[in-house]
C-alpha cells in the first residue's frame, strides 16, 4: 500500500542518518520526495514532472486534502526541500530529525483519517 510504502521508505532515511552513510541534503530532498510519492500513490496524483508550486496547486484544486493545516504544513515542507535543492540552502542535523519526524506523522495522519 502507499502508506507501507511510505514508512519503508522513510525507515530506509532513517537508517541512512543513522549509521552515517548519507549525506543531510540527500536525506532532506528524500524525505520530501516520499511525501509527494505517497501522495500521487495515495491518491492517484500523476505529477512526477510538476515544480512543487504546480504540484501543490494541484493538491489544492482537487481538494484532495481538505485540512488546512495538510496544505500549510506540504507548502512549508516543500519549500524547505527546494531551498536545499536549488538555493544550496544547508540543512542540519536537527533539521533533517524535524522533518523525518514531521513526514512521518503527516503520512500517519492521512492514513488515520482515512480509516476514520
Known amino acids: ?10 525507515h530506509s532515511i532513517r537508517s541512512l542518518l543513522g549509521s552515517g552513510s548519507a ?10 520526495d516520499v511525501v509527494r510519492g505517497y501522495l500521487e500513490e ?3 496524483l500523476r505529477a512526477p ?5 504546480e504540484f501543490l496547486r494541484e493538491l489544492r484544486d482537487s481538494d484532495v ?9 506540504l507548502e512549508d515542507f516543500m519549500t524547505s ?3 536545499v535543492k536549488f538555493a544550496r540552502a544547508q540543512p ?8 523525518y ?6 503520512v500517519a495522519s492521512i492514513e488515520d483519517e482515512a480509516a476514520a
Do not use: G
Not at 1 to 9: C, G, N
Not at 23 to 32: G, H, I, P, R, Y
Not at 92 to 99: A, C, L, P
Open 42 to 44: 495515495r491518491f492517484s
Open 92 to 99: 542540519q542535523s536537527s533539521d533533517i530529525d524535524n522533518s
Open 23 to 32: 549525506d543531510l541534503e540527500t536525506c532532506f530532498v528524500s524525505l520530501t
Open 65 to 73: 486534502l481538505p485540512e488546512e493545516d495538510h496544505r500549510r504544513f
Open 81 to 83: 526541500a527546494d531551498l
Open 49 to 53: 514532472t510538476q515544480t512543487t508550486d
Open 1 to 10: 500500500s502507499p502508506w507501507d510504502l511510505a514508512l519503508m521508505r522513510l
Open 101 to 106: 519526524e514531521r513526514a512521518r506523522r503527516f
